[in-house]
């Protein structure tokens, strides 16, 4: 039976009454942990999610990346949950075995709450949020050998009831933790975080600078409807883990590291006190697909690299550098690209938001958005060349990006014209023009470009209107970058080397 009668011996009599009991408390503690938490790193299944993503063998994750796309990291995460069920359920039993043994149902209850807190613990390094994980399968427990008592005696009724129950019992522990905002950790770390607010006093003048940038670009982009903006409004995110690393600016470090005159470590402070530059980045994934949407653009607040570099004065046998993070993402690279690179701390007027590296993330112009470590801890110049955390999946992404022109606004105006447009990039080589075709590519026309915003390494947006004379038009738009080079017209997909190729689009009138 699962729920125990305390008046007679008080044991797990059937396997199937031990197995739900198991069930039960492994759903409660995961549900009391994600309640307390979040999504956060202080999740219990977030340790066993992204230790699943840095051991995931490279054919399945590239596998997983290309077919599932960014839904790859959330498998891993159905499966970290599903383990934490497991491992909670299993210990528990155990755990009630004992406490029956030793002294009842409150011995029981109180080992399965210590117990569940200390797993929760040592996976998170979160003691106060681990509450959560332990209090409710503790009290799954209590639940069910006590106020659940069961007396029925058809088993097939019987059965279903407490299932009914302990479903009851479990929604009712989430219930009540939820009603206990207060237990809630900030789930935005920038916001949460007193270190964040005094910015703006040490680096005078930061916040207007970055409101008239801002308000440049806001002047300088098309007024096409539909567009996306200069300045993107919902900034592309690609990580390897479905849970961000919750990473604190006080305690966060930066060291640069291996072949340098003089190793050294920064904090917080170190880096946005020395001379910032607020830079429009545009930054696009190697993954993006050729007419896809993971490319956006920000204003970034930075500490260019070369003022570390002034300080450490590298010496690297494989002109070759390694990036490492919180998440355990790593990236290697020429040193040559590193030079222009910047240590971005704000983002668009704002802390750098938690999902985009926070406190600090690496900007590398003109590279695949990869390269732009988020979480940054480490800076390494290295003896050898190592592989990089994508490459080593079968990716090449810590090159310079290919040239696109993507079509994603089609407006139908007044007098029966059509309005096109969409976003053209070719990293720091800049865009000179934007052509477009109405007739399946005989003949092409300049489109409309935006005046560029400042900066080495930004997207420009393109429109153009025509007047439809057929039905459909099979419409093709290919940019020419900054050096006059036109983008190849062959179509190739994002793995490995990222999607290039001229977008084309039949367009009805
Ligand atoms: N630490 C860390 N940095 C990372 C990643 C990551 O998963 N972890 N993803 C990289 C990839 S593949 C891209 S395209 C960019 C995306 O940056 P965004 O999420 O801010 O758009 O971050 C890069 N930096
Ligand atoms: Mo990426």
Same mark, same amino acid.
């Given at each position: 039976m699962?729920l125990l ?13 031990t197995?739900g009991l198991a069930v039960?408390t492994g759903?409660?503690g ?10 956060t790193?202080?999740f219990i299944?977030?340790?066993i ?9 490279g054919m399945i994750?590239?596998f997983?990346i290309?077919?599932?796309?960014n839904r ?7 499966l970290?949950?599903?383990l934490?069920v497991i491992?909670l359920?299993?210990?528990t ?5 004992v406490?029956m043994k030793?002294?009842g ?8 709450i210590i117990v569940s807190?200390? /797993? @929760?613990?040592?996976?998170? +390094?979160?003691?106060?949020a =681990? #509450?959560g994980t ?12 006590t106020?659940?008592n ?8 019987s059965a279903r ?17 939820t009603l206990?905002p207060s237990?809630?950790?900030p789930r935005?770390?920038s916001?949460?975080d007193?270190t964040s607010?005094?910015?703006?006093t040490d680096n005078?003048g930061v916040?207007t600078?970055e ?7 806001k002047?300088?982009?098309?007024e096409?409807?539909n567009?996306a903006?200069l /300045? @993107?409004?919902?900034?592309? +995110?690609?990580d390897?883990? =479905? #849970?961000?690393?919750t990473?604190?600016r006080?305690?966060w470090t ?12 920064y ?6 006190r ?9 930054l696009r ?6 007419n896809?949407k993971?490319?956006d653009?920000?204003?970034w607040?930075?500490t260019?690299?070369s003022?570390l ?5 590298p010496t690297?046998?494989c ?7 919180v998440?355990?993402?790593?990236e290697?690279?020429?040193i ?11 983002m ?5 938001p938690?999902?985009h590296?926070y406190p600090v ?7 695949w958005?990869?390269i732009?470590?988020?979480?940054l801890?480490?800076?390494e ?5 190592i592989t990089?955390?994508?490459e080593?999946?079968g990716?090449?992404g810590t090159g310079?990006?290919?040239?696109v022109a993507?079509?994603?606004v ?11 447009g ?10 000179m ?7 399946g590519g005989?003949s092409w026309t300049?489109?409309?470009l935006n005046?560029?915003l400042?900066?080495i390494?930004v ?17 093709v738009?290919?940019?020419v970058d900054?050096d006059g080079?036109l983008?190849p017209k ?9 999607a290039s190729?001229w977008?084309?689009?039949?367009i009805r009138?």
């Amino acid at each position: 039976m699962i729920l125990l009668p305390i008046t007679e011996g008080m044991k797990l009599d059937s396997k199937r009454s031990t197995g739900g009991l198991a069930v039960l408390t492994g759903i409660s503690g995961v549900v009391g942990s994600y309640v307390v938490t979040g999504l956060t790193a202080s999740f219990i299944a977030s340790p066993i999610e992204s230790a699943l993503a840095r051991r995931m063998p490279g054919m399945i994750l590239t596998f997983a990346i290309s077919t599932l796309g960014n839904r790859a990291q959330w498998t891993n995460l159905v499966l970290a949950i599903s383990l934490s069920v497991i491992l909670l359920g299993g210990l528990t039993i155990g755990v009630v075995l004992v406490g029956m043994k030793i002294d009842g149902v409150i011995a029981a209850m109180g080992l399965t709450i210590i117990v569940s807190w200390t /797993v @929760s613990y040592l996976l998170t +390094e979160a003691p106060v949020a =681990a #509450i959560g994980t332990g209090l409710a399968p503790g009290l799954v427990v209590i639940l069910h050998m006590t106020v659940l008592n069961d007396t029925d005696t058809e088993a097939v009724s019987s059965a279903r009831r407490r299932i009914i129950k302990g479903g009851i019992a479990t929604i009712a522990t989430g219930g009540a933790y939820t009603l206990i905002p207060s237990l809630r950790f900030p789930r935005d770390e920038s916001n949460g975080d007193p270190t964040s607010k005094n910015l703006t006093t040490d680096n005078g003048g930061v916040e207007t600078i970055e409101q008239e940038l801002l308000s440049v670009a806001k002047k300088r982009s098309l007024e096409v409807e539909n567009l996306a903006p200069l /300045v @993107s409004r919902d900034f592309y +995110e690609v990580d390897i883990n =479905a #849970i961000n690393p919750t990473v604190k600016r006080r305690s966060w470090t930066l060291s640069v590291t291996g072949k340098v005159g003089q190793e050294k470590t920064y904090g917080f402070q170190d880096i946005s006190r020395m001379p910032s530059e607020q830079r429009f980045e545009t930054l696009r994934c190697v993954g993006d697909p050729l007419n896809g949407k993971k490319m956006d653009t920000a204003l970034w607040t930075t500490t260019p690299i070369s003022e570390l570099l002034y300080q450490v004065k590298p010496t690297s046998d494989c002109s070759c550098v390694v990036l490492r993070a919180v998440d355990g993402y790593y990236e290697e690279f020429p040193i040559s690209a590193l030079r222009n690179g910047a240590l971005a701390y704000r983002m668009n007027g704002g802390p750098l938001p938690p999902k985009h590296g926070y406190p600090v993330r690496a900007l590398i112009p003109g590279h695949w958005g990869e390269i732009s470590v988020k979480w940054l801890t480490e800076i390494e110049f290295l003896r050898r060349e190592i592989t990089g955390y994508w490459e080593k999946r079968g990716w090449h992404g810590t090159g310079p990006v290919t040239t696109v022109a993507k079509l994603h606004v089609v407006n139908h105006l007044e007098g029966n014209r059509v309005q096109i447009g969409g976003h053209a990039y070719a990293g720091t080589r800049g865009i000179m023009r934007v052509e477009v075709s109405i007739d399946g590519g005989k003949s092409w026309t300049d489109a409309q470009l935006n005046e560029p915003l400042p900066g080495i390494d930004v997207w420009r947006q393109w429109s153009y209107t025509f007047q439809p004379r057929r039905e459909k038009h099979r419409v093709v738009v290919r940019a020419v970058d900054g050096d006059g080079t036109l983008q190849p017209k062959e179509p190739s997909s994002a793995i490995p080397d990222g999607a290039s190729g001229w977008v084309n689009r039949m367009i009805r009138r």
